[in-house]
Each structure stands twice: as C-alpha cells, then as structure tokens.
C-alpha cells in the first residue's frame, strides 16, 4: 500500500505562484511515474502533469510553460510549481501515483484545494 499526502495549496491571486508537494509512504518499490490531476467543480478529472522514473516530463498544453513538475526520490516527493496562475486553474488538486505494469496499482492523495482570484 501506499500512501500520498499533498500540501501546498490555498488562495493567490492571479499572476501569483504556488508550490505543490506530495509526500508517498508506505512501500513505494513499484512507483514508476507521479503524476498531478486537477478537478474543477462541475468539471472532469484532467491531467495536468507527468514525471517517469527516468525523469522524463509531460504537461497538459493549458500549463506548458507556467507549471513544473519535479521529484525527490531521496524524499519520495513530488512537486508542482505553478507559475502565473490564472483563475482557470482553480481546483482541487491531486496527486497520483502509478505503479509498474508488474505491480499494477494506481494510488491517489486527498487531493488539495487551489483557488486563484482575478
């Protein structure tokens, strides 16, 4: 089993940055990618940013180039560094973690509420 824990999120106004962590514990052995979703209200569950093992980064277009994700496996963290945030990143925040093929298990955090006020 494994654990996420997030913290980091609150209220900016727009322009303003935030930074997003997750801590996993628990048997974290088979994590192979991190990821963060976000859910406005009324809205799906998107995507919002990968990291692999290897370190490789993905981003959903709407946060190229405002958000960064990044890892600590030391800490068994990961990041979210949101920059110029707008209103329309508003949501709830979650962390995701997906475990190897072999081992198969998806885990999700509690997720952690972002607000941006215009």
């Known amino acids: 089993q494994v654990q996420l824990v997030e913290s980091g999120g609150g209220l900016v106004q727009a322009g303003g940055s935030l930074r997003l962590s997750c801590v996993a514990s628990g048997d974290t052995s088979c994590i192979q990618s991190m990821n963060w979703y976000r859910q406005a209200p009324g809205e799906q569950r998107d995507d919002v940013a990968t990291?692999?093992?290897?370190?490789?980064?993905y981003y959903a277009d709407y946060v190229k180039g405002r958000f960064t994700i990044s890892r600590d496996n030391a800490k068994d963290t990961v990041y979210l560094q949101m920059n110029s945030l707008k209103p329309e990143d508003t949501a709830v925040y979650y962390c995701?973690?997906?475990?190897?093929?072999?081992?198969?298990?998806?885990?999700w955090g509690q997720g952690a509420q972002v607000t941006v006020s215009s």
């Open positions: 990291i692999t093992g290897a370190g490789n980064t």
């Open positions: 995701v973690a997906d475990e190897r093929p072999s081992c198969q298990n998806i885990y």
